[in-house]
């Protein structure tokens, strides 16, 4: 199809489009009961129509295709509000509670160190199955040795850095040991809100 007939095409779908709008707006005010959200899902289904235009197919039911694209838009917003919390006077986030993570560039700093001590063969089998993902029977194979050997380079990799990172257990990782101490000497009424 030449160029002036695509544009042609694409103007005769836009000006279909634009033609249900009032429908849609009558949809949308019927699942939301409120002319503002109503305009709002209205747009959000015109937006994802005319991102994913291409994949509508000519001489299908474009009325359909485009209530089906405002009935899913619904119901995600309609689910995504309910895992939110309504917290207009901030009650609900004055009981939330984060570690700060203020000192998360140094513990990377330090593992960067720790890292760079393992010997060679074990800090590339620990980046290959730790960090890229590979299994140990792809990077047994990368590396031309037995599976046996990548699992005890990892597991000696794996102890060393725990070891130069001083880490004894899962108890060793999170919050700073001060930070817990101060909480429990708090007192419970601290963590429950």
Known sequence: M??????MTRDRWRDAVVAMI????????SLTHNGSDADDLVQ????????NRDKFEPGTNLRAWLFTILRNT???LYRKRGREVQDSDGTYADRLATHGN???????ADFRKA???????QREVLIMVGATGLSYEETAEICGVAIGTIKSRV???????????????????GPDHRITAAVQRA?????SG
């Open 155 to 173: 597991n000696r990799a794996r102890s060393k850095l725990a070891e130069l990172l001083s880490i004894g257990g899962v108890d060793d990782l």
């Open 44 to 51: 959000d289904t015109l937006i994802k129509a005319w991102a």
């Open 115 to 121: 890292l760079a001590k393992l010997p060679e063969e």
């Open 22 to 29: 009032p429908a849609l707006r009558a949809f949308g005010w």
């Open 2 to 7: 030449t160029s002036e007939g695509s544009q």
């Open 102 to 108: 203020q000192e998360s560039h140094l513990d990377l």
């Open 74 to 76: 619904y119901y995600s």
């Open 187 to 191: 007192g419970p009424e601290i963590v």
